[in-house]
């Protein structure tokens, strides 16, 4: 059993989860005419609301730069009017997609007259527990009211005052809607306990969606009752196959690892093919070498990254497991496929996946072999994103297999129900 | 954290599941001809082993009697020769199903050029635990394979030596095939620390599926940490509203109770609409009486009990909540479909909701707010069922609202992988 937790704030979570659950049932059946609507007025609450929410993020920039928050984390905090206007029209975004509620999924009259239908229906009540990331709230919000679902929220405690101010607005703009208020719920007291009373609050919650580093994932998973979905470690692998076309391979590999590096579908690990070696490795690391990247490379690589005048080291074995989050990356040399399979087995984290080859063979093994979220072929692994797919928002990208894998949109917000009408009968 | 669970057991399981995983990647990449002909092959195996087999289930009965186990207990392990060969022509049955692997569920080409598509993919390890039922061990083997999956089979003790003889025939004639022999494994020793090393098996096990009474599932989603689908716990409601036409609430309610007591799919509670109570109650209760059920009745329907000659008793807050298993049902009277669905979302499991209505925006309501993986209009509630849908087999009912709901059939037992073609793509 997990360590005892305060039991004043499971009390006042199951409380506050029971009024979201009430909020869900009127959510439900909400048409997408009116959840439209609700969305473009709370992008017009969070516009008129720009200064207040901006005062508030500078109370929580300067404790951050007090505590000695690092450079780039309060960038990920920081919100000034032009990304507060960004936060606003991501809710327009949102109303301009497609309601994913009461799709019918299948559906058939059978043999005996009855007829069944699959409909897609709103989890409920989804819990969301993420780090110093402001714009998640909001985010979050507007895609489980668009899906139907009351969201719980458990921002990052470096984040109070920025979410105080969010939802405050979100919520006032609700209630003078006529809509229920506690739709979106932020869990602002209790602590580390409020977290785990939300893990736990089976029954009362349907979903848990952790958001945030590898740490925060694994405690969600290990402690949650709820069932979670995991989103977002990737230890992604770029594998230029002996039969690539190396200019294509060349910009594969660069823009995997600089375009965006601090994100999840940044590429980690490059791995050539030993024939391919000695042609590919002097260009790619030199250009690497150009944009800052620091490389983690195994013995025989090590040449390579001199002559490139590479910043470099010895890579560990744990280095070959790891997510750099930034310009750095693990580079080896494989003998075939098969062992560019074995090490993605071995150090992947089922993410994405890219191999860069003209050979339709070894795609074809490649992509059915390995198990991950995405598996690309010719193509930079960093277009493993909603957006890029043309769904739209996102929640995140699951790189579990039960319910949803990959890019997580509206869709993946619901479940569905079986509808099954008869006249009288039985079996 | 839990109970320390024996770290040689821990060792054990961790073992087979690894085996289980290099099985498994054999069977994802087995076309649908080679799993067709190899359940075929599994079949007349299991045909060739009958006398074995009753053996084997002979010693289980012995036992079973010797510790007390009741009839019905008994009929559930029981295999004779019939029902050995029922045993076998499920896996042909399995046979004759489509394979949901490689299925594109979706796809699109982006604007880019880019080529997405999600294709259905194996899960990987599935681990069942399961009660003395043999026959379970069969069905979930056949499904698995057919699926692309292995399997870890955690039977209850009381079948061990069954469990073993069907194993046994199952293994020995994949390898005599030349398949992994794996692919099918029976975790038989460490007694309940194995089941707790399966559920605690992540990244060996992909899934964990319990299928039993409520306290098994329980005990299963409350220790795993690998993903859980629970199954088949129902509390089934059959609500006789104002507008219904009696005659078909009448065959409606005695078939959803008396058709198959003893499964998850059979009503347990009856709610009848007061204005209807009258003409209803007596009608339907001396049906009910006459096929021999118990009642446990709210006040108000004490006088109906008695003038239909039922045996009854005066119903606790906690039989509204029973699952019965048997020849018993909860009775009581409501005001309007609102009384109906709080007390279904108050007594309800998420199983199976049934309406008895004419009335259009009665049906409407019903199907629309009760949270439930089936709602019936004029139907019983025994329809809940992956042959009765027409899905052929079926694993489990799930009663949960991720990934799946409801009867789960060959596609719920799979994951998807998105694979992107580019030609050298970047962002």
């Not at 659950?21 to 516009?47: G, N, P």
């Not at 229906?121 to 489980?144: K, S």
């Not at 490795?281 to 195994?298: E, N, Q, Y």
């Not at 043309?390 to 929640?395: L, S, T």
Request: charged residues 25%.
């Amino acid at each position: 059993m997990s360590q005892t937790i305060d039991p004043t704030v499971v009390e006042q979570v199951t409380a506050l989860a029971r009024r979201a659950r009430t909020a869900s049932r009127h959510l439900a059946l909400m048409s997408r005419a009116e959840k439209d609507a609700a969305l473009l007025l709370l992008a017009d609450a969070v516009d008129a609301a720009a200064t207040a929410v901006v005062e508030a993020n500078a109370e929580d920039l300067e404790r951050g730069r007090a505590a000695g928050m690092s450079a780039s984390l309060q960038d990920r905090l920081r919100l000034d009017e032009t990304r507060v206007a960004a936060v606003a029209q991501a809710l327009r975004d949102v109303a301009a997609l497609p309601d994913p509620v009461g799709e019918i999924v299948r559906g058939s009259t059978l043999a005996n007259g009855l007829q069944i239908r699959q409909v897609r229906v709103p989890m409920g009540v989804i819990g969301m527990i993420y780090e110093a990331r402001p714009n998640v709230t909001v985010d979050a919000a507007g895609l489980a009211l668009k899906s139907g679902n009351a969201v719980l929220l458990r921002g990052g405690s470096a984040a109070a005052s920025s979410n105080h101010a969010l939802v405050t607005v979100l919520r006032e703009s609700l209630a003078a809607q006529g809509l229920p208020a506690d739709a979106i719920t932020l869990l602002e007291e209790g602590g580390r306990d409020a977290a785990r009373a939300l893990m736990t609050a089976r029954g009362h919650v349907d979903l848990v969606i952790p958001r945030g580093g590898a740490d925060l994932i694994q405690t969600v998973v290990r402690e949650s009752t709820v069932p979670v979905i995991e989103t977002g470690v990737g230890v992604c692998h770029v594998y230029v196959d002996r039969a690539a076309d190396l200019d294509k391979a060349q910009a594969v590999t660069v823009n995997a690892k600089t375009q965006r590096p601090s994100v999840c579908n940044a590429a980690e690990s490059l791995l050539v093919h030993r024939d391919v070696a000695a042609d590919f490795l002097p260009k790619v690391l030199t250009d690497l070498a150009g944009a800052g990247v620091r490389l983690h490379v195994a013995p025989e690589v090590t040449e390579y990254a001199e002559a490139a005048g590479a910043a470099y080291e010895l890579a560990s074995e744990e280095d070959f497991g790891t997510e750099w989050h930034g310009l750095e990356l693990s580079v080896a040399v494989v003998d075939d496929v098969d062992e560019a399979m074995e090490r993605i087995r071995k150090y992947g984290t089922g993410h994405t996946e890219a191999i860069v080859t003209e050979d339709r063979g070894a795609a074809r093994r490649f992509t059915a072999e390995v198990d991950a979220a995405v598996v690309m072929v010719n193509a930079s692994t960093r277009f493993t994103d909603g957006g890029e797919f043309g769904f739209g928002a996102e929640i995140g990208i699951s790189t579990q297999k039960l319910h949803a894998r990959g890019p997580m949109a509206l869709p993946e917000l619901t479940t569905t129900k079986w509808v099954v009408e008869g006249d009288g009968h039985t079996r």
